[in-house]
Protein backbone atom coordinates (compact mmCIF):
# COMPACT_ATOMS: atom_id res chain seq x y z
CA UNK A 1 0.00 0.00 0.00
CA UNK A 2 1.10 3.52 -0.57
CA UNK A 3 2.62 5.13 2.72
CA UNK A 4 0.84 7.99 1.83
CA UNK A 5 -2.60 6.70 1.79
CA UNK A 6 -4.32 6.13 4.76
CA UNK A 7 -5.66 2.61 6.28
CA UNK A 8 -7.97 0.79 8.50
CA UNK A 9 -6.55 -0.18 11.69
CA UNK A 10 -9.24 -1.46 14.68
CA UNK A 11 -11.94 0.04 12.78
CA UNK A 12 -10.48 3.63 12.68
CA UNK A 13 -8.65 5.51 9.51
CA UNK A 14 -5.01 5.42 10.08
CA UNK A 15 -2.37 7.29 8.23
CA UNK A 16 0.03 4.40 7.18
CA UNK A 17 2.73 7.17 5.38
CA UNK A 18 3.43 8.22 9.03
CA UNK A 19 5.59 5.53 10.42
CA UNK A 20 9.55 5.63 11.13
CA UNK A 21 11.62 9.09 12.43
CA UNK A 22 14.58 10.73 11.91
CA UNK A 23 16.64 11.89 14.34
CA UNK A 24 16.27 13.44 17.36
CA UNK A 25 18.07 16.58 16.39
CA UNK A 26 16.47 20.40 16.80
CA UNK A 27 18.04 23.83 16.12
CA UNK A 28 19.03 25.58 19.81
CA UNK A 29 22.26 25.42 22.24
CA UNK A 30 24.01 22.40 23.63
CA UNK A 31 23.98 21.71 26.73
CA UNK A 32 27.53 22.57 27.34
CA UNK A 33 27.64 25.38 29.89
CA UNK A 34 24.32 26.67 31.09
CA UNK A 35 24.81 30.26 32.93
CA UNK A 36 23.94 30.40 36.40
CA UNK A 37 21.70 33.14 35.79
CA UNK A 38 19.80 31.21 33.50
CA UNK A 39 19.76 28.05 34.85
CA UNK A 40 17.49 30.63 37.99
CA UNK A 41 15.44 32.41 35.18
CA UNK A 42 14.32 29.21 33.83
CA UNK A 43 12.60 27.71 37.19
CA UNK A 44 11.71 24.50 37.98
CA UNK A 45 11.60 22.54 33.93
CA UNK A 46 9.13 20.12 35.28
CA UNK A 47 6.31 22.53 36.81
CA UNK A 48 6.73 24.88 33.68
CA UNK A 49 6.41 22.49 31.11
CA UNK A 50 3.11 21.18 33.02
CA UNK A 51 1.70 24.86 32.52
CA UNK A 52 2.47 25.24 28.63
CA UNK A 53 -1.00 24.12 27.66
CA UNK A 54 -2.41 26.53 30.34
CA UNK A 55 -0.45 28.97 28.58
CA UNK A 56 -1.37 28.29 25.54
CA UNK A 57 -5.28 29.06 26.39
CA UNK A 58 -4.69 31.89 27.67
CA UNK A 59 -2.81 33.53 24.53
CA UNK A 60 -6.15 32.07 22.67
CA UNK A 61 -5.12 31.27 19.49
CA UNK A 62 -2.34 31.41 17.10
CA UNK A 63 -1.30 30.20 13.72
CA UNK A 64 0.86 26.76 13.41
CA UNK A 65 3.22 25.19 11.17
CA UNK A 66 3.68 21.14 11.47
CA UNK A 67 5.54 18.65 10.19
CA UNK A 68 5.91 14.55 10.32
CA UNK A 69 8.79 12.75 9.79
CA UNK A 70 9.46 9.20 8.46
CA UNK A 71 12.08 6.96 7.39
CA UNK A 72 11.52 3.74 5.83
CA UNK A 73 13.13 1.61 3.10
CA UNK A 74 15.98 4.40 3.11
CA UNK A 75 13.58 6.79 2.08
CA UNK A 76 12.60 9.74 4.33
CA UNK A 77 9.33 11.68 3.89
CA UNK A 78 7.91 14.45 5.80
CA UNK A 79 4.31 15.04 6.08
CA UNK A 80 3.48 19.27 6.37
CA UNK A 81 1.10 21.30 7.73
CA UNK A 82 -0.19 24.52 8.07
CA UNK A 83 -3.20 26.83 9.49
CA UNK A 84 -4.48 28.25 12.42
CA UNK A 85 -5.90 27.42 16.08
CA UNK A 86 -8.09 28.24 18.82
CA UNK A 87 -6.98 27.34 22.16
CA UNK A 88 -9.67 28.35 24.21
CA UNK A 89 -12.58 26.30 21.80
CA UNK A 90 -9.72 23.39 21.11
CA UNK A 91 -10.90 23.89 17.34
CA UNK A 92 -8.22 24.16 14.67
CA UNK A 93 -7.91 24.13 10.96
CA UNK A 94 -4.81 22.23 9.14
CA UNK A 95 -3.95 22.39 5.64
CA UNK A 96 -1.98 18.71 5.42
CA UNK A 97 0.77 18.93 2.21
CA UNK A 98 1.34 14.75 1.38
CA UNK A 99 5.01 14.02 0.46
CA UNK A 100 5.73 13.80 -3.40
CA UNK A 101 6.13 10.46 -5.22
CA UNK A 102 9.77 9.78 -6.18
CA UNK A 103 9.45 11.26 -9.23
CA UNK A 104 8.64 14.46 -7.72
CA UNK A 105 5.15 15.18 -8.56
CA UNK A 106 2.40 14.89 -6.20
CA UNK A 107 -0.58 12.72 -6.71
CA UNK A 108 -2.95 14.16 -3.96
CA UNK A 109 -4.36 17.41 -3.34
CA UNK A 110 -3.46 18.84 0.06
CA UNK A 111 -6.00 17.61 2.64
CA UNK A 112 -7.92 20.00 4.91
CA UNK A 113 -8.24 18.77 8.51
CA UNK A 114 -10.61 20.25 11.37
CA UNK A 115 -9.33 19.66 14.84
CA UNK A 116 -12.23 19.42 17.62
CA UNK A 117 -12.92 17.94 20.76
CA UNK A 118 -12.89 14.21 20.30
CA UNK A 119 -12.83 14.49 16.99
CA UNK A 120 -11.22 14.80 13.63
CA UNK A 121 -12.58 16.06 10.07
CA UNK A 122 -10.71 15.21 6.83
CA UNK A 123 -11.37 16.67 3.15
CA UNK A 124 -9.90 15.39 0.04
CA UNK A 125 -9.16 12.07 1.83
CA UNK A 126 -9.45 10.01 -1.09
CA UNK A 127 -10.15 6.13 -1.52
CA UNK A 128 -14.07 6.64 -2.72
CA UNK A 129 -15.01 9.68 -0.53
CA UNK A 130 -16.98 11.93 -2.63
CA UNK A 131 -14.85 15.59 -3.00
CA UNK A 132 -17.49 17.87 -1.19
CA UNK A 133 -17.72 15.64 1.89
CA UNK A 134 -15.95 14.96 4.96
CA UNK A 135 -14.46 12.36 6.98
CA UNK A 136 -15.29 12.44 10.61
CA UNK A 137 -12.96 10.34 13.00
CA UNK A 138 -13.26 9.58 16.83
CA UNK A 139 -9.87 10.36 18.24
CA UNK A 140 -10.46 8.30 21.10
CA UNK A 141 -10.91 5.20 19.04
CA UNK A 142 -7.72 5.55 17.36
CA UNK A 143 -4.94 3.96 18.74
CA UNK A 144 -2.31 6.85 18.68
CA UNK A 145 -5.65 9.17 19.94
CA UNK A 146 -4.49 11.53 16.83
CA UNK A 147 -1.10 12.25 17.73
CA UNK A 148 0.22 11.16 14.48
CA UNK A 149 -2.81 9.39 12.55
CA UNK A 150 -3.62 13.01 10.34
CA UNK A 151 -0.02 13.30 9.12
CA UNK A 152 -0.34 16.49 11.90
CA UNK A 153 -0.50 16.44 15.68
CA UNK A 154 -3.31 18.57 17.27
CA UNK A 155 -1.12 21.55 18.74
CA UNK A 156 -2.98 21.82 22.24
CA UNK A 157 -2.43 18.15 22.31
CA UNK A 158 1.01 18.36 21.83
CA UNK A 159 0.85 20.60 24.60
CA UNK A 160 -1.03 18.65 26.85
CA UNK A 161 1.56 15.79 26.26
CA UNK A 162 3.67 18.28 28.11
CA UNK A 163 1.43 17.53 31.49
CA UNK A 164 2.99 14.02 31.75
CA UNK A 165 5.96 15.59 32.26
CA UNK A 166 8.14 13.18 34.64
CA UNK A 167 11.47 14.50 34.14
CA UNK A 168 13.19 17.55 32.25
CA UNK A 169 16.44 19.59 32.27
CA UNK A 170 17.21 23.33 30.75
CA UNK A 171 19.36 23.35 27.90
CA UNK A 172 19.68 27.03 27.51
CA UNK A 173 18.09 30.38 25.84
CA UNK A 174 18.52 30.37 22.05
CA UNK A 175 15.75 32.16 19.06
CA UNK A 176 13.22 30.54 17.27
CA UNK A 177 12.16 33.00 14.58
CA UNK A 178 13.41 35.75 15.93
CA UNK A 179 11.71 35.04 19.49
CA UNK A 180 13.69 34.87 22.57
CA UNK A 181 13.14 31.25 24.25
CA UNK A 182 14.39 28.50 26.45
CA UNK A 183 14.83 25.02 25.25
CA UNK A 184 13.76 22.36 27.28
CA UNK A 185 14.67 18.18 27.13
CA UNK A 186 12.56 15.81 28.73
CA UNK A 187 10.44 12.71 29.14
CA UNK A 188 6.68 12.96 29.17
CA UNK A 189 4.55 9.95 29.80
CA UNK A 190 1.30 9.51 28.14
CA UNK A 191 -0.58 7.80 30.96
CA UNK A 192 0.09 10.89 33.52
CA UNK A 193 -0.73 13.38 30.44
CA UNK A 194 -4.05 11.38 30.20
CA UNK A 195 -4.61 11.66 33.75
CA UNK A 196 -3.72 15.64 33.90
CA UNK A 197 -5.50 16.27 30.58
CA UNK A 198 -8.81 18.58 30.07
CA UNK A 199 -11.76 16.66 29.50
CA UNK A 200 -11.63 16.52 25.84
CA UNK A 201 -8.26 15.02 25.51
CA UNK A 202 -7.96 12.70 27.95
CA UNK A 203 -9.97 9.88 26.45
CA UNK A 204 -7.20 10.37 23.52
CA UNK A 205 -4.30 10.56 25.62
CA UNK A 206 -5.32 7.32 27.49
CA UNK A 207 -5.99 5.60 24.49
CA UNK A 208 -2.16 6.64 22.80
CA UNK A 209 -1.00 5.39 26.55
CA UNK A 210 -2.37 2.00 25.67
CA UNK A 211 -1.89 2.15 21.71
CA UNK A 212 1.51 3.16 21.62
CA UNK A 213 5.22 0.60 21.76
CA UNK A 214 5.91 2.58 24.84
CA UNK A 215 4.04 5.84 26.86
CA UNK A 216 6.82 7.71 27.12
CA UNK A 217 7.62 10.41 24.91
CA UNK A 218 10.84 11.73 24.48
CA UNK A 219 10.71 15.94 23.67
CA UNK A 220 12.18 19.30 22.90
CA UNK A 221 10.23 22.53 23.85
CA UNK A 222 10.94 26.02 23.20
CA UNK A 223 9.05 28.29 25.42
CA UNK A 224 9.06 32.02 25.18
CA UNK A 225 8.65 34.66 28.30
CA UNK A 226 5.06 34.25 28.29
CA UNK A 227 5.36 30.23 28.69
CA UNK A 228 4.03 29.77 25.69
CA UNK A 229 5.49 26.86 23.08
CA UNK A 230 7.34 28.19 20.12
CA UNK A 231 8.54 24.97 19.05
CA UNK A 232 7.87 21.33 19.92
CA UNK A 233 9.31 18.43 18.53
CA UNK A 234 7.97 14.84 20.20
CA UNK A 235 9.48 11.64 19.86
CA UNK A 236 6.43 8.76 19.42
CA UNK A 237 6.78 5.17 18.75
CA UNK A 238 4.63 2.30 17.64
CA UNK A 239 4.52 -0.98 16.73
CA UNK A 240 3.73 -1.57 12.82
CA UNK A 241 1.03 -4.05 12.46
CA UNK A 242 1.82 -6.22 9.53
CA UNK A 243 5.55 -6.09 10.01
CA UNK A 244 5.68 -6.29 13.75
CA UNK A 245 8.53 -3.85 14.01
CA UNK A 246 8.53 -1.08 16.17
CA UNK A 247 8.41 2.02 14.26
CA UNK A 248 8.94 5.94 15.69
CA UNK A 249 7.76 9.15 14.30
CA UNK A 250 9.18 12.84 14.89
CA UNK A 251 6.51 15.51 14.87
CA UNK A 252 7.42 19.16 14.94
CA UNK A 253 4.75 21.58 15.73
CA UNK A 254 5.44 25.61 15.39
CA UNK A 255 3.35 28.04 17.19
CA UNK A 256 3.60 32.30 15.95
CA UNK A 257 1.32 35.20 15.53
CA UNK A 258 -0.44 34.54 18.81
CA UNK A 259 -4.04 36.17 18.80
CA UNK A 260 -4.36 36.25 15.22
CA UNK A 261 -7.72 35.64 14.02
CA UNK A 262 -9.02 31.31 14.04
CA UNK A 263 -12.01 31.40 12.65
CA UNK A 264 -12.80 27.41 12.37
CA UNK A 265 -16.27 26.12 11.77
CA UNK A 266 -17.12 22.66 11.67
CA UNK A 267 -18.97 20.72 9.29
CA UNK A 268 -23.17 20.39 8.73
CA UNK A 269 -24.19 16.83 9.64
CA UNK A 270 -24.76 16.50 6.26
CA UNK A 271 -21.55 17.05 4.10
CA UNK A 272 -20.33 14.52 6.75
CA UNK A 273 -19.60 11.08 4.63
CA UNK A 274 -21.54 8.29 5.70
CA UNK A 275 -20.93 5.70 3.41
CA UNK A 276 -18.14 2.62 3.20
CA UNK A 277 -13.99 4.35 3.18
CA UNK A 278 -12.06 1.99 1.04
CA UNK A 279 -8.08 1.67 1.11
CA UNK A 280 -6.78 2.80 -2.67
CA UNK A 281 -4.66 -0.42 -3.45
CA UNK A 282 -5.96 -2.45 -0.54
CA UNK A 283 -9.12 -3.66 1.05
CA UNK A 284 -12.14 -1.19 2.55
CA UNK A 285 -13.19 -0.86 6.21
CA UNK A 286 -16.08 -0.30 7.46
CA UNK A 287 -16.91 3.47 8.35
Not at 263 to 285: C, N, Q, S, W
Amino acid sequence: MDRRQHRRAGGTVVAAGVLLALGTGVTGCSGSGVAAEDVKGAGDPVATLHRAADALRAAGSSKAGTSMEMATGGTRVTIRGKGVYDYRRRLGRLTVVLPEDPTGTSEHRPITELLAPGALFMKNRGAGVPADKWVRVETATLSDGNLVTGGATDPYAAAEVLRGTREAVFVGRTEVAGTAVRHYRGTADLRRAARYASAANRAALAAAAKGFATAEVPFDAYLDDQGRIRKLRQRFSFVNGRQKATVAVAATLLLYDFGAPADVRLPAPGDIYAGRIAEEGGTGGGA
